[in-house]
């Protein structure tokens, strides 16, 4: 019970960021706001591509199914082995998702970042080359709040917290609420 216990109380301390750094301190209105979003992707035909490393690669592979089937938005991943294997063969693992943006990323597409630390390169070369594309971006984050991808969203979700396991559910929530939100607001 102290672990759910704790994960509650991660949640409630949950901080979601606008692109100046502004905490979005209502948190239905901040949901609302990333539905919005995730709204507009789909109403202008864009895509959207989730990206992470490990438990964060699986919440990004769980994400790009569900926003696809039960949000009803073009989404793409970046999850193939054959090219995750080729990227980081030829041009090394800190580019296995910046490399594949670069020719399949559009301006006005969005793109989802899922790093627990908020530090990995892989994660901030990608944000990298979205940005130069024109992309909208959200990340989602916890551990140090001085973190790499903390304020490059134009939304930043972080979870105040130093345990993989908390903030990969937390990431898994809110995504899913997301889309839950979506799916049941259909138009």
Do not use: W
């Not at 899922?114 to 990298?128: D, E, M, P, R």
């Not at 909208?136 to 969203?153: A, D, Q, Y």
């Amino acid at each position: 019970m102290d672990y759910i216990n704790k994960l509650i109380q991660c949640l409630k301390s949950t901080q979601i960021y606008d692109c100046n750094g502004k905490s979005l301190d209502d948190y239905n209105y901040a949901i609302m706001k990333l539905v919005d979003l995730f709204l507009d992707i789909r109403k202008s035909e864009k895509r959207v591509f989730f990206i992470g490393n490990g438990g964060s690669a699986a919440i990004a592979s769980h994400m790009t199914a569900d926003f696809m089937k039960n949000g009803r938005i073009k989404t793409y991943s970046l999850f193939d082995k054959s090219i995750a294997t080729c990227m980081g063969n030829d041009f090394g693992y800190e580019y296995i998702f910046s490399r594949p943006l670069e020719l399949l990323a559009s301006n006005g597409d969005l793109l989802v970042a899922i790093s627990s630390s908020g530090n990995s390169l892989n994660i901030v070369n990608a944000i990298k080359v979205a940005q130069k594309k024109g992309l909208r971006i959200v990340t989602f984050s916890g551990f140090e709040k001085e973190n790499k991808i903390i304020s490059l969203g134009i939304y930043n979700v972080y979870v105040p917290v130093s345990h993989y396991g908390i903030v990969e559910s937390i990431h898994n929530v809110i995504l899913q609420q997301i889309v839950d939100v979506i799916l049941e607001n259909r138009e």
